[in-house]
């Protein structure tokens, strides 16, 4: 089957189309057609090397974790999928491979694609919304009037987590340049920030949750913004002592994102606030429970540009520019 595939880890290295062999194929497994995949900043940082610590894939390995597609064989032990099914996931760490034209996934990871969506805009969903899922509602358990801060509304992570602070009955305020004011209102957001013109940190006060996705110095400025017991919640780092347990890293990494972490969670504590890092995880159950939220139309996809699979390294390099509105979207099979 042809993919795309990372030959070595190196920052910002190519991706090369080549013919890799069909996927091996599990009990507990699905064989799923690709359709249409879309880019993660994961893709990047998996290339990079930047994560080869706990996610160790060996080259050569296909990229990509996003996918909606149609299963063409199940495993022996699955029974709640069959031949022909629209489905669509992120497969679990160590199993992604997304930029390709097959895949086995495992069937836990998977869920029947909404009904009311294409294949492409399915497949803008399932990273970003399941990280937007564990973060607001299994970490967060977001409740109706309490106030949420999402940063960079427009990122695929944004545009998602916005609509699904909504859902849960949130006031939310989010960042974004001028630009994408109107697509970040359209979607939900009550306050929008200009972060070019503007300094959240002195217009929001009394949050109770801050879902972080930027760098170092607006993590700090984040604790600001809680109210005493609110939650700090970070996808961007950095790693805590709790993550290296789950994935059962061994003393010395558990050490260094103790020290990684010793500086923020000072500040959370200081001002009464909980820190925490969240690295998503594959997840079919929630899945299940997004598409329909999208089916009732109370979320809806963002997609900012298609790419023909072709053109899967300049969708990548088109993400890493910072700039998408929403999700940057992969046509598998045309
Ligand atoms: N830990 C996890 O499980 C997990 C899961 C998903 C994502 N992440 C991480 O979360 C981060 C965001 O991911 P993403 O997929 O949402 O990224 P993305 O889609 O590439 O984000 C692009 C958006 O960010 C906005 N942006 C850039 N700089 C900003 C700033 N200073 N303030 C506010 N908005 C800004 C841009 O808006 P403008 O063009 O208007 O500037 C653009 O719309 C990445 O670091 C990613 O690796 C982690």
Redesign the pocket.
Known sequence: MKAFIVDKYKKMGPLRLADMPDPQFGANDVLVRIEASAI???DS?VRDGEFKLFLPYRPPFILGHDLAGTVLRVGANIRQFKAGDEVYGRPRDLRAGTFAEFIAVDAADLALKPTSLSMEQAASIP??GL?AWQALVEVGKVKPSQKVFI??G?????TFAIQLAKHLGATVAT???T??IALVKSLGADVAID?KTQDFEQVLSGYDLVLN??DAK?LAKSVNVLKPGGKLIS??GPPDVPFARSLRLNLFLRFVMRVLSRGILKKAKIRGVDYSF???RAEGQQLREIAKLIDAGAIRPVVDKVFPFAQTPEALAY?ET????GKVVIAVSQ
Not at 154 to 158: C, K, L, R
Not at 322 to 325: E, I, T, W
């Open positions: 993660n900043l994961l940082k990273l970003v990280t940063q960079a427009s990122g695929g992570v944004g960042t974004t340049s630009a994408n972060y996705s930027q607006t996808i961007s969240l690295f998503m993400v910072g700039r998408a509105k």
